[in-house]
């Protein structure tokens, strides 16, 4: 059993947590090990795990140590953006009044799900993602609280915030990264899920930028920590095949290199279609100068994220 009140309905608000998982069946069973740690009183919790086509026994190791966890297998096609879609299809069913849409690298303070769902009852028509930290860092913020900045070209990932320089109360943001966000599903009744055809491995980048612009706000709440391994870096674009190359850039729009993904990204997210537009040939030029978009705030000073979002707290 995933959580001790799992089974006792009456009066609770019912969550389903939903992540795709391939090949990383360690990885996975930690994931479900930590969420199963979890507080979950007054909270209804069902998890739905879409395993996309594993071949090292994920499904397996799943189904004998977690019985609780519905298991959809897919065919390895799906990839992160469609297996959340999957997954959420199936939690609906049981008509839950969240989605906790997330990652399976990552572990969790015990009380992250009920803050999370304490910010969103708190504030109406509001989308909540957590407070993501490296693990091996574990003070150190992880793609929080991203801001757009056209002449950076797009938006600016912070490089030093820590916990010790955000605001100690929710904050509004332009986009949550996908690692670990809670949806009210009247959010996804009237915007739907994720757009799986033009981002089949990068739908957050899309999703809650849309759910904004649809007048849905979104937050980060400091208390609900999650602990994320760090990105693995890219294989660099000069080091590639000719075909390797083309592949990236032009066809697979899964790849985090893909042009045509980066351009619908932008083109979806940005403030308006002129700052994408602006941002995208920012992006050209960086490319022309080897300069990358870390390299160039790697040696900015920043301001503390108390001091940048002051004025994006919504009142109580």
Same mark, same amino acid.
């Given at each position: 059993?995933?959580c001790?009140?799992?089974?006792i309905?009456?009066?609770?608000?019912?969550?389903?947590?939903?992540?795709?998982?391939?090949?990383?069946?360690?990885?996975?069973?930690?994931?479900?090990?930590?969420?199963?740690?979890?507080?979950?009183?007054?909270?209804?919790?069902?998890?739905?795990?879409?395993?996309?086509?594993?071949?090292?026994?994920?499904?397996?190791?799943?189904?004998? %140590?977690?019985? %609780?966890?519905?298991?959809?297998?897919? %065919?390895?096609?799906?990839?992160?953006?469609?297996?959340?879609?999957?997954?959420?299809?199936?939690?609906?069913?049981?008509?839950?009044?969240?989605?906790?849409?997330?990652?399976?690298?990552q572990?969790f303070?015990?009380?992250?799900?009920?803050?999370?769902?304490?910010?969103?009852?708190?504030?109406?028509?509001?989308?909540?993602?957590?407070?993501?930290?490296?693990?091996?860092?574990?003070?150190?913020?992880?793609?929080?609280?991203?801001?757009?900045?056209?002449?950076?070209?797009?938006?600016?990932?912070?490089?030093?915030?820590?916990?010790?320089?955000?605001?100690?109360?929710p904050?509004?943001?332009?986009?949550?990264v996908?690692?670990?966000?809670?949806?009210?599903?009247?959010?996804?009744?009237?915007?739907?899920?994720?757009?799986?055809?033009?981002?089949?491995?990068?739908?957050?980048?899309?999703?809650?930028?849309?759910?904004?612009?649809?007048?849905?706000?979104?937050?980060?709440?400091?208390?609900?920590?999650?602990?994320?391994?760090?990105?693995?870096?890219?294989?660099?674009v000069?080091?590639?095949?000719?075909?390797?190359?083309?592949?990236?850039?032009?066809?697979?729009?899964?790849?985090?290199?893909?042009?045509?993904?980066?351009?619908?990204?932008?083109?979806?997210?940005?403030?308006?279609?002129?700052?994408?537009?602006?941002?995208?040939?920012?992006?050209?030029?960086?490319?022309?100068?080897?300069?990358n978009?870390?390299?160039?705030?790697?040696?900015l000073?920043?301001?503390?994220?108390?001091?940048?979002?002051?004025d994006?707290?919504?009142?109580?």
């Open positions: 059993m995933i001790k009140t799992a089974m309905k009456n009066n609770k608000i019912k969550v389903g947590i939903v992540f795709p998982v391939h090949n990383r069946r360690e990885l996975t069973l930690q994931c479900l090990r930590s969420l199963a740690k979890i507080d979950c009183e007054g909270l209804d919790v069902h998890i739905v795990v879409v395993d996309d086509g594993s071949t090292d026994g994920t499904s397996e190791a799943i189904g004998k %140590d977690f019985p %609780d966890v519905e298991l959809i297998r897919g %065919d390895g096609n799906l990839w992160f953006t469609e297996g959340t879609n999957v997954g959420v299809r199936a939690a609906l069913k049981r008509e839950p009044d969240y989605i906790l849409m997330m990652n399976d690298d572990v303070d015990s009380k992250f799900l009920k803050y999370m769902v304490e910010t969103a009852e708190k504030f109406p028509r509001s989308v909540v993602g957590s407070l993501l930290l490296l693990w091996d860092t574990p003070h150190k913020l992880f793609q929080v609280s991203p801001m757009w900045e056209t002449l950076s070209g797009g938006w600016r990932h912070w490089q030093n915030q820590t916990v010790w320089t955000i605001p100690k109360n904050w509004e943001v332009g986009l949550i996908g690692n670990c966000v809670l949806v009210p599903v009247q959010a996804i009744k009237e915007n739907g899920l994720m757009n799986a055809v033009k981002y089949p491995n990068f739908g957050d980048a899309e999703y809650t930028p849309r759910l904004r612009k649809k007048g849905w706000r979104l937050l980060v709440d400091p208390r609900a920590r999650v602990f994320c391994q760090p990105n693995n870096i890219p294989q660099r000069l080091k590639m095949s000719l075909k390797e190359k083309f592949n990236a850039l032009f066809v697979n729009l899964g790849h985090v290199h893909n042009i045509r993904r980066r351009f619908y990204s932008y083109w979806d997210s940005a403030p308006t279609k002129l700052h994408a537009v602006a941002a995208f040939g920012v992006f050209f030029v960086r490319v022309a100068l080897r300069k978009a870390e390299s160039i705030n790697a040696g000073q920043e301001k503390p994220l108390t001091e940048i979002c002051k994006k707290i919504p009142a109580n």
